[in-house]
């Protein structure tokens, strides 16, 4: 049942060692955005940014994310939102940031961060 499951999914095309393979790498930027200007970023993220960044070459996701609470620890104070994107490599995902789509659509998200400058923008490898 489970494989049956898995194949409608879709699933079943990738070998476990093609996944174990693939170390993609991920993109965080903690944003501080007015909630007043909310409603209009997230209109920019989801009808400009996402439908420019699926296009490009070793793109996996992109999401934003919305802090809820601080479950343990201290998160930064000036941030209510976390953006994050997921390429298949360093590689590819900087060919996606100097693009010119990259150019025309990241500015138009990042005029809504507060901290302009300073705002922390990390890279991870998969582990």
């Known amino acids: ?6 194949a409608a999914a879709g699933v079943v095309g990738l070998a476990p060692a093609a996944r174990a393979k693939t170390r993609h790498v991920r993109v965080y930027v903690e ?12 209109d920019l993220f989801h009808n400009q940014f996402v439908p420019e960044a699926v296009k490009h070459d070793g ?3 992109v999401k934003l994310l919305k802090r809820r609470t601080v479950l343990q620890g201290e998160a930064p104070p000036a941030t209510n939102y976390r953006f994050e994107l997921e390429y ?3 590689d590819l995902r ?13 500015p138009q998200i990042e005029k809504f961060i507060k901290t302009q400058g300073t705002y922390p923008v990390v890279l991870f490898d998969e582990a």
Do not use: C, F, T
């Open 31 to 42: 944003m501080d955005v007015d909630p007043a200007q909310e409603r209009e970023m997230l």
């Open 59 to 61: 793109y996996i996701r």
């Open 94 to 106: 900087k060919q996606w940031a100097a693009s010119p789509g990259h150019q025309r659509v990241w």
């Open 1 to 6: 049942m489970v494989a049956g499951v898995a």
């Open 88 to 90: 298949e490599n360093e």
